[in-house]
């Protein structure tokens, strides 16, 4: 019983030195990087590549538990292919991720929230033998909701992050497409 209690004392002990911040204080984190976005039930779809750039404050609530928010600009949509005509569906947002940041190990972060999204940009880019045309896209919800998931890991500063974004609400008004968003981010994590 004496090495058991000593066994889950010394690993107490380990965890208090997971978090890379003080307890108490404050950091700002811009990040760059890259989406691999889709949709769900898009038959015959592909993923688009796109860009995802911001910022995120985290406070360092305990020794294992940060609470980020930030905003960050996200190009979102997918690709499909119909009778020799390429389209490129565009929805862009500011997404606002509220997130739990829990440390396992030094340095090593579980990440899990929810994000509000706000669409800024809905367009359908076709394409065919060259000729190119751009219109506006499906009547959009304004508000998209989703439920970040993902690890970071945290060392000099900064910060290597791999996240999943689970679409809860159509991205379209009249269709049950959600956005299914991976988002490869590196940051650089500045104390305040």
Known sequence: MKKLIAIAALMLSS?????????GSISIQPKLGLNIASITKGEDTDPRFGVVA???FMYQA???????FGALYSMQGCKGKEEGVDATFKTDYINIP?????YVAKGLAVKLGLQPGFCVNNKIKFEKDGTK?????FDENTVDLSMPIGLSYEFDNIVIEGRYNFGLTKVWKDMDNKNSVFQFTVGYKLPL
């Open 98 to 102: 509220i997130l739990a940041n829990v």
């Open 62 to 68: 305990s020794d294992i538990l940060g609470v980020s």
């Open 133 to 137: 045309l751009e219109t506006d896209g």
């Open 54 to 56: 911001g910022a995120e």
């Open 15 to 23: 965890v208090a030195t997971f978090a890379q911040q003080a307890v």
